[in-house]
T-cell receptor, first 117, second 114 residues
Framework: AAGVIQSPRHLIKEKRETATLKCYPI?????VYWYQQGPGQDPQFLIS???????DKGSIPDRFSAQQFSDYHSELNMSSLELGDSALYFC????????????????FGPGTRLTVL | GQQLNQSPQSMFIQEGEDVSMNCTSS?????WLWYKQDPGEGPVLLIA?????ELTSNGRLTAQFGITRKDSFLNISASIPSDVGIYFC??????????????FGQGTILTVHP
């Protein structure tokens, strides 16, 4: 079965540079979520989108922005990168996440490992 | 904010032994999910629980959604070396301003000795 696709899988950037992470949800899934996982930590929710509209926002820095496109893929844009942004970034998708009150199961992608030097 | 307390933090067991881990919270969740994560990879869904009291099995895995909706446990029977990894519980609330926001436990690191 098709899974969530994330690209790139690895990304190395310098401080103050910009990065763009892409997420392609499971076909027919209409909701995407972004999570950040630091070393030895559990994933922390950043932001989510349903039908191309932002649906919830977590502890996402103002330097980060995201959007969901008409084909339901999503991009996380990160500017003025800091050393502390080094982490694994996961995208997850679900079907009708908002329509059923957010109880639908989230399936995670393989993640993008961002290293900021 | 909401927190999930997951225990134990780590387990070292022999192949063939049974394993049990649990998560508790001071908040009510409408959905409990259990994931397994290998180093550098994304969490893989093991079991999803949607109703209080629900007991669900997936092969050697069994999980239950607590009656109070504030806790859940995961059991693994007859462990094998490939069970090694980090197991996370995650809770999901519906409604309000928290649509779809998963709250994770701190994880249980499982090591299985052959």
């Amino acid at each position: 079965a098709a899974g969530v696709i994330q690209s790139p899988r690895h990304l190395i950037k310098e401080k103050r540079e910009t990065a763009t992470l892409k997420c392609y949800p499971i076909p027919r899934h209409d909701t995407v979520y972004w999570y950040q996982q630091g070393p030895g930590q559990d994933p922390q929710f950043l932001i989510s989108f349903y039908e191309k509209m932002q649906s919830d926002k977590g502890s996402i820095p103002d330097r980060f922005s995201a959007q969901q496109f008409s084909d339901y893929h999503s991009e996380l844009n990160m500017s003025s990168l800091e050393l502390g942004d080094s982490a694994l970034y996961f995208c997850a998708s679900s079907l009708e996440g908002l329509r059923t009150g957010g109880t639908d199961t989230q399936y995670f992608g393989p993640g993008t490992r961002l290293t900021v030097l | 904010g909401q927190q999930l307390n997951q225990s134990p933090q780590s387990m070292f067991i022999q192949e063939g032994e049974d394993v049990s881990m649990n998560c508790t919270s001071s908040s009510i969740f409408n959905t409990w999910l259990w994931y397994k994560q290998d180093p550098g990879e994304g969490p893989v869904l093991l079991i999803a629980l949607y109703k209080a009291g629900e007991l669900t099995s997936n092969g050697r895995l069994t999980a239950q959604f607590g009656i109070t909706r504030k806790d859940s446990f995961l059991n693994i029977s007859a462990s094998i070396p490939s069970d090694v990894g980090i197991y996370f519980c995650a809770g999901l609330r519906a409604g309000g301003t928290s649509y779809g926001k998963l709250t994770f436990g701190q994880g249980t690191i499982l090591t299985v000795h052959p």
